[in-house]
C-alpha cells in the first residue's frame, strides 16, 4: 500500500507545507517524479534506508528541547508510513480524551473537553472538589523501543514490520560514553537528552528514546500511555480525564481518592518505564484555580468557568514575531511565514485575551508587517 506512487505523491506534498522556502524541500521538488520513483523501488524492495539527520536546540513555551530533523526522503516515508499504516491501526484503540495528534482533535479539544468536565462535574457536585494534573518528565527520552514493538506487532501488517523496525532502529541513541554498569541499567533509569553528550562512535546503543519533531514520534506518543488511559477509564472508572500528550488531568470531589490514584498511576508508569514529574504533578482546588496547557481555569461558585491566558504566552509570541520579522526583512523567510503563524495563533488565544492584550498584539502584528512591507520596497 505505501508503496502506491499516488500515496506518496500525497505524503511529498504533505511532507513540504509550510516549508516550500527551504532549498532541500525546493531541491528535491526540482525532481520529485524521480525521487518518489525511487523511494517507491526502495520501499518495494525493501532496500530503503534512513539517512543522517540535523540536530538542533529550541526553547519552546519555557521548555529547552533537542531536535532531530530527517531529510525530505525520509519525511515523505514517515508520512506514508504514519497516514496509512501506524495512525489507522492504533487511532481506535485510544480513548476518546486522548486529544494530541489526532485527526479532528488537537489542543483546542482538550481545552474544550476540560471546559466541558468542569461544568459537567459542577452540575453534579457544585466548585467544591479537586483537579489532579499530572505530567510526566523527559517523555519522549524514555519511550521504551521494545514496549512500543509490543504494542504495536498485533495492529500493523506484517509486510511492514521490517520498516517499523528500521525506524525504531534510527531513534537508538548512541550511549558509547557510558560506562558497563550504566549501560546495563539504562533502559530502567531517567535519561536527559539534554544532559548528555552528542556521540558517534558506535560502541553501545540504547533501545531507548524517540526524536521530538518526526512524525512517527507523534504517534507513539500519544499511544505508549495507552494502558495508563485504560487503567483510569476503565479500570478505576472516572469520567472526569483527559489527556494531551504528557499532560493531564483527572477532576475528583475526594482529594484523599487523587492522592491514592497517583501512587497506582505511578505503578502504571514504571512497568512503562516513564517518570512523573513530581515537580509539575499537583492537586488544586477547582475554586481557587490552577493551570493547564499554558491556560489558567477557576470553577466559580455559580458554575461558570472563567478562563485566562498565561501572560507568558503572549510575551513568547511578541518575540516571536520580532524574530521572525528580522528574518523575512534579511530574506531568510518568506512574508507568508508571519502571516500564518499570526492568525493562527490569534484564533486559538483571542477569546481568552483581555481587549487591551488584544489590542496590543493587534498593534504589534501591524508594525511589523508595515516594517516588512517598507523593508521590500527597496
Same mark, same amino acid.
Given at each position: 500500500?505505501?508503496?502506491?506512487?499516488?500515496?506518496?505523491?500525497?505524503?511529498? $506534498?504533505?511532507?513540504?507545507?509550510?516549508?516550500?522556502?527551504?532549498?532541500?524541500?525546493?531541491?528535491?521538488?526540482?525532481?520529485?517524479?524521480?525521487?518518489?520513483?525511487?523511494?517507491?523501488?526502495?520501499?518495494?524492495?525493501?532496500?530503503?534506508? /534512513?539517512?543522517?539527520?540535523?540536530?538542533?536546540?529550541?526553547?519552546?513555551?519555557?521548555?529547552?528541547?533537542?531536535?532531530?530533523?530527517?531529510?525530505?526522503?525520509?519525511?515523505?516515508?514517515?508520512?506514508?508510513?504514519?497516514?496509512?499504516?501506524?495512525?489507522?491501526?492504533?487511532?481506535?484503540?485510544?480513548?476518546?480524551?486522548? %486529544?494530541?495528534?489526532?485527526?479532528?482533535?488537537?489542543?483546542?479539544?482538550?481545552?474544550?473537553?476540560?471546559?466541558?468536565?468542569?461544568?459537567?462535574?459542577?452540575?453534579?457536585?457544585?466548585?467544591?472538589?479537586?483537579?489532579?494534573?499530572?505530567?510526566?518528565?523527559?517523555?519522549?527520552?524514555?519511550?521504551?523501543?521494545?514496549?512500543?514493538?509490543?504494542?504495536?506487532?498485533?495492529?500493523?501488517?506484517?509486510?511492514?514490520?521490517?520498516?517499523?523496525?528500521?525506524?525504531?532502529?534510527?531513534?537508538?541513541?548512541?550511549?558509547?560514553?557510558?560506562?558497563?554498569?550504566?549501560?546495563?541499567?539504562?533502559?530502567?533509569?531517567?535519561?536527559?537528552?539534554?544532559?548528555?553528550?552528542?556521540?558517534?562512535?558506535?560502541?553501545?546503543?540504547?533501545?531507548?528514546?524517540?526524536?521530538? %519533531?518526526?512524525?512517527?514520534?507523534?504517534?507513539?506518543?500519544?499511544?505508549? /500511555?495507552?494502558?495508563?488511559?485504560?487503567?483510569?477509564?476503565?479500570? $478505576? %472508572?472516572?469520567?472526569?480525564?483527559?489527556?494531551?500528550?504528557?499532560?493531564?488531568?483527572?477532576? &475528583?470531589?475526594?482529594?484523599?481518592?487523587?492522592?491514592?490514584?497517583?501512587?497506582?498511576?505511578?505503578?502504571?508508569?514504571?512497568?512503562?518505564?516513564?517518570?512523573?514529574?513530581?515537580?509539575?504533578?499537583?492537586?488544586?482546588?477547582?475554586?481557587?484555580?490552577?493551570?493547564?496547557?499554558?491556560?489558567?481555569?477557576?470553577? /466559580?461558585?455559580? %458554575?461558570?468557568?472563567?478562563?485566562?491566558?498565561?501572560? $507568558?504566552?503572549?510575551?513568547?509570541?511578541?518575540?516571536?514575531?520580532?524574530?521572525?520579522? /528580522?528574518?523575512?526583512?534579511?530574506?531568510?523567510?518568506?512574508?507568508?511565514?508571519?502571516?500564518?503563524?499570526?492568525? &493562527?495563533?490569534?484564533? =486559538?488565544?483571542?477569546?481568552?485575551?483581555?481587549?487591551?492584550?488584544?489590542?496590543?498584539?493587534? =498593534?504589534?502584528?501591524?508594525?511589523?508587517?508595515?516594517?516588512?512591507?517598507? &523593508?521590500?520596497?527597496?
Amino acid at each position: 500500500m505505501i508503496e502506491d506512487l499516488n500515496l506518496l505523491y500525497k505524503a511529498f $506534498k504533505d511532507s513540504k507545507k509550510n516549508s516550500n522556502w527551504k532549498p532541500e524541500v525546493q531541491k528535491f521538488e526540482m525532481n520529485w517524479l524521480t525521487e518518489l520513483a525511487l523511494l517507491q523501488k526502495d520501499l518495494s524492495d525493501k532496500t530503503y534506508k /534512513t539517512s543522517n539527520k540535523t540536530e538542533f536546540i529550541i526553547n519552546e513555551r519555557g521548555k529547552t528541547r533537542r531536535i532531530t530533523g530527517n531529510n525530505m526522503r525520509d519525511r515523505v516515508v514517515r508520512h506514508v508510513f504514519c497516514d496509512n499504516v501506524l495512525y489507522p491501526n492504533i487511532e481506535k484503540y485510544l480513548i476518546y480524551d486522548n %486529544g494530541a495528534s489526532r485527526k479532528g482533535k488537537g489542543i483546542s479539544f482538550t481545552r474544550n473537553r476540560l471546559l466541558k468536565h468542569l461544568r459537567n462535574y459542577y452540575h453534579h457536585f457544585g466548585n467544591d472538589g479537586y483537579i489532579l494534573l499530572m505530567d510526566f518528565s523527559k517523555y519522549y527520552d524514555n519511550i521504551r523501543h521494545d514496549i512500543i514493538k509490543n504494542q504495536f506487532k498485533d495492529k500493523i501488517d506484517e509486510k511492514y514490520l521490517w520498516l517499523f523496525d528500521l525506524i525504531l532502529k534510527d531513534f537508538e541513541v548512541d550511549v558509547s560514553y557510558m560506562t558497563d554498569d550504566e549501560f546495563l541499567n539504562c533502559l530502567n533509569t531517567k535519561f536527559n537528552s539534554l544532559d548528555h553528550p552528542i556521540c558517534h562512535k558506535g560502541e553501545k546503543y540504547m533501545t531507548k528514546s524517540v526524536n521530538i %519533531g518526526d512524525q512517527c514520534s507523534q504517534i507513539f506518543g500519544i499511544s505508549y /500511555t495507552t494502558p495508563i488511559d485504560n487503567f483510569i477509564k476503565i479500570v $478505576k %472508572g472516572i469520567k472526569y480525564y483527559g489527556r494531551y500528550m504528557d499532560d493531564s488531568y483527572i477532576i &475528583s470531589s475526594d482529594k484523599n481518592f487523587l492522592i491514592s490514584l497517583l501512587k497506582e498511576i505511578k505503578e502504571q508508569a514504571d512497568k512503562l518505564g516513564i517518570f512523573i514529574n513530581n515537580r509539575k504533578t499537583q492537586i488544586y482546588k477547582l475554586s481557587t484555580g490552577f493551570r493547564f496547557l499554558q491556560n489558567r481555569y477557576i470553577l /466559580t461558585n455559580t %458554575g461558570k468557568v472563567i478562563v485566562k491566558i498565561n501572560p $507568558k504566552r503572549i510575551t513568547a509570541m511578541r518575540r516571536k514575531l520580532k524574530n521572525l520579522t /528580522t528574518k523575512i526583512i534579511s530574506k531568510e523567510l518568506p512574508k507568508t511565514v508571519i502571516m500564518d503563524l499570526f492568525k &493562527s495563533w490569534f484564533c =486559538n488565544y483571542y477569546k481568552i485575551m483581555s481587549k487591551q492584550q488584544k489590542q496590543n498584539l493587534l =498593534n504589534l502584528y501591524a508594525n511589523l508587517v508595515k516594517a516588512i512591507e517598507d &523593508s521590500s520596497i527597496y
